[in-house]
């Protein structure tokens, strides 16, 4: 079974500009999850789909979007990048139940550079 | 929120020598989980906890989840070069949502 892909794996902004990053959950999975890690805040939850339905959202500004597609592939998007937004994007897969107990497998990340 | 604390933030050790890194809540935990970040990785989930007291065991790693479920540790016997990386314990809330600590370091030099 594939793994989790993210695309692009790397990306070079300018402050101002926005961004849209990519993932493709393992095949069956319906639980998309999205984490922010820098090395000063470690990782942090941004947000979760579920069914194309914004489960649960992370203490992030409204500049911090996501959505999820009907074959589970999800994006998120970061308008008005800011040079505090240079980090590793990673997102993880789940089969998503109602249960907190699935295990979560990670992608490899998008490494974002705000210049 | 729930909040996890792990410590120590870095250790260095001589490979064969062991290693411990600690988590802790305030509150108690539904789980423990732990993953393991090899340097330009991603997290990679080891093991999951949930029961009182709880002891697993994989090879060389030894996971504990406390009594009162309010801490946990993953110890590694002998280290090896292979166990470089930096070791996560994180805690699931609601759904598939992951709080996770600040991570352990490790560095085995041969």
Redesign the interface.
Known sequence: KAGVTQTPRYLIKTRGQQVTLSCSPISGHR?V?W?QQTPGQ????LF?Y?SETQ??K?NFPGRFSGRQFSNSRSEMNVSTLELGDSALY?C?S?L?G?H??????????TRLTVL | GQQVMQIPQYQHVQEGEDFTTYCNSSTTL??IQW?KQRPG?????LI?L?KSGEVKKQKRLTFQFGEAKKNSSLHITATQTTDVGTY?C?T????????????TMLLVSP
């Open positions: 639980s999850s984490y470690g990782l942090q939850f979760e579920f489960r649960n992370g990673l993880a789940s998503g109602t907190n107990t699935d295990t979560q497998y990670f992608g490899p990340g | 539904s789980n993953y990785g991603h997290p990679v989930f999951q949930v996560f994180a699931s809330g609601g759904y598939s949502t992951l709080t996770f600590g600040k991570g």
